[in-house]
């Protein structure tokens, strides 16, 4: 069983397509990094700071590996690839799921929850926040951003391997 909690995201943006190796790297690592209050790490180039700091205290994976503009989201897929992961990688004790489409194909028998409400599972628990993109105007709300801070640290903590957390 893996140990750290899971940071899931969707895809890298197009411009981030040529890291697909380095899942939520970048810029993104920034965002995550600065919300969950995680400095960079010392030396190494500007985004490598955030990305190595952000890989110290989460797993991060995409649902799809490479940005395909022509190609539009599916969700089946997206479920699909997210079975076949956890299945290979075993279960995470915490999944933060970045976004609503990340949400919906990883837990569709889990509805009625909003972001930072917590879901419960065998084995792992779930949260979901506001994806971390800069297209996203949820986090340019300075309350928005304190939660997703809080829902990170949360993550982090294993306080929320349980329910009630």
């Keep these: 069983m893996n140990t750290l ?12 397509d040529r890291y697909h190796d380095f899942p939520l790297s970048g810029a993104v690592a920034r965002v995550l990094c600065d919300l969950a209050g995680i400095p960079p790490i010392e030396g190494g180039t500007r985004y490598g700071r955030w990305t190595w700091a ?5 797993d ?11 190609t539009p989201w599916s969700k089946p897929l997206a479920r699909e690839r997210w079975r076949a992961r956890r299945d290979e990688d075993g279960p995470w004790p915490v999944v933060v799921m970045l976004g609503r489409r990340v949400q919906a194909a ?3 028998g889990i509805k009625g929850y909003d972001f930072h409400e917590w879901a ?3 084995l792992t628990s779930y949260v979901t926040i506001p994806h971390p993109s800069g297209l996203n105007r949820l986090l340019n709300d300075a ?7 809080a829902t990170l640290r949360l993550a982090m ?9």
Aim: glycine content about 10%.
């Design 54 to 58: 952000l890989y110290e205290r989460f």
């Design 106 to 108: 990883v837990t569709p």
């Design 143 to 149: 309350e928005e951003r304190v939660r997703c801070g």
């Design 120 to 122: 419960y599972a065998p």
């Design 157 to 165: 903590s294993g306080a929320a391997l349980s329910e009630g957390a």
């Design 60 to 70: 991060c994976l995409n649902l799809f590996q490479r940005y395909h503009q022509a």
């Design 5 to 16: 909690p899971l940071l899931l995201g969707e895809a890298p943006s197009k411009t981030g």
